[in-house]
């Protein structure tokens, strides 16, 4: 599920560059992408808790939790920056991270 999503980032970059599809039909590529985030979270814990010996488990889902925290945080910072890259790529303004 995972690579999926990376398939679906890669995509999604390629068409903000080559303009292939646009419209509102790109929400079903964005409705599948967010299902597969949820998926892939629901699993882990739910794998954390069938898998993990009672002593460990809160120990477990407390660190579980503290990186899915730190994975989003550099998620945004990658968006951040794939989103100043586009925009130069397109010649528009305003972005908060230049990609030079």
Known sequence: MPGLQ???LIWFS????????WGWSLLIL?????????????????????EVEPHMKEFSLS???VADS????????????????L???Q???GAAYSCR
């Not at 390629?14 to 599809?21: D, G, I, K």
């Not at 945004?76 to 100043?84: F, K, T, V, Y």
């Open 14 to 21: 390629v068409n903000a560059v080559a303009h292939w599809w």
């Open 6 to 8: 990376c398939l679906l």
């Open 91 to 93: 010649h528009l303004s």
């Open 70 to 85: 730190l994975g989003i945080a550099c998620a945004d910072l990658a968006a951040i920056m794939l989103q100043g890259c």
């Open 30 to 50: 964005c409705l599948v992408a967010g299902l597969l985030g949820g998926a892939v979270y629901v699993n882990s814990f739910t794998l954390l808790c069938k």
């Open 87 to 89: 925009f130069r790529w």
């Open 63 to 65: 660190a579980a939790c």
